[in-house]
């Protein structure tokens, strides 16, 4: 099935399965099956495959290309056997607990992991950064600032809360700007948010700029909470998008005053 320029494989698909190229994403969720052999997949503009729920996918031979290779979460377990991956932004880059096993293929592109999600197989330089280099696990536990919950009471937004934030983390290690999606926050909390995250700094930062994310939800009411938090380092093209930022482009620093 087709939908918005994204394929739905919603049943259990085989070598069989209509042959020829694939040219747009190959979503997989719930408890679906997708398994191919010998196909060609080329995504230049989004994901190849986004994989979530306990949905299975075995990738046997194949070529794919795309900005990024498999993406996706939940606990999601993924194949490959063969074949080439590609991804011009990211050859792998999953959260949750799924689990990308690579057995024989070319990886070509970053390779990221965050949360509880587990990339082996990867050799080389790519595979070093898939559970994290020493120094990214240590910048992403930082993400969940305090701060972030004591907006909430501060304005005495009390009750089921939310949300995403991404902080723009430059080379020196300072806040370039921030972001806030997948929640429910009002604005004046968002506000307070945002404000926190454009002052994040992370000490001894090394390396090239990256996206510092906390993703959190449950309960927060006066003197208990129940959470759950999701936290990772990424890095990512400084000219790229902030996910949930106002503007298009990282804010960085106001501009001079005339």
Do not use: W
């Not at 070529?63 to 074949?83: E, P, R, S, W």
Request: hydrophobic share 30%.
């Amino acid at each position: 099935m087709k939908t918005g320029g994204v394929v739905l494989l919603l049943l259990l698909c085989v070598g069989s399965c209509k042959k020829g190229p694939i040219t747009e994403t190959v979503m997989c969720g719930g408890n679906d099956e997708v398994n191919l052999k010998g196909r060609t997949v080329t995504v230049p503009g989004g994901a190849a495959f986004d994989v979530g729920g306990n949905c299975t996918v075995v990738l046997t031979d194949c070529t794919i290309t795309a900005q990024k290779g498999i993406t996706g979460g939940g606990n999601a377990q993924v194949t490959l056997t063969g074949g080439s991956l590609t991804g011009t932004e990211a050859a792998i880059d999953v959260g949750g607990n799924a689990h990308v096993d690579v057995a024989g293929t070319h990886v070509s592109g970053a390779v990221h992991a965050g949360g509880n999600a587990k990339v082996t197989g990867v050799e080389g330089a790519a595979g070093a950064s898939a559970s994290g280099s020493p120094d990214e696990v240590n910048y992403k536990k930082g993400a969940c600032d305090t701060e972030y919950l004591a907006c909430y009471a501060k304005l005495d937004a009390y009750g089921q809360v939310s949300g995403r934030v991404t902080v723009r983390i430059g080379t020196d290690g300072t806040s370039q700007g921030a972001g806030y999606d997948h929640g429910s926050a009002t604005a004046e909390v968002q506000q307070c948010i945002l404000g926190v995250a454009k002052k994040k700094k992370i000490g001894g930062f090394k390396g090239a700029p990256g996206d510092l994310v906390c993703e959190y939800s449950g309960t927060y009411m006066k003197g208990t909470q129940m959470m759950a938090y999701d936290t990772s380092f990424t890095r990512v093209d400084p000219s790229a998008p902030i996910p949930g930022a106002s503007s298009s482009k990282p804010t960085g620093k106001p501009p001079p005053k005339k």
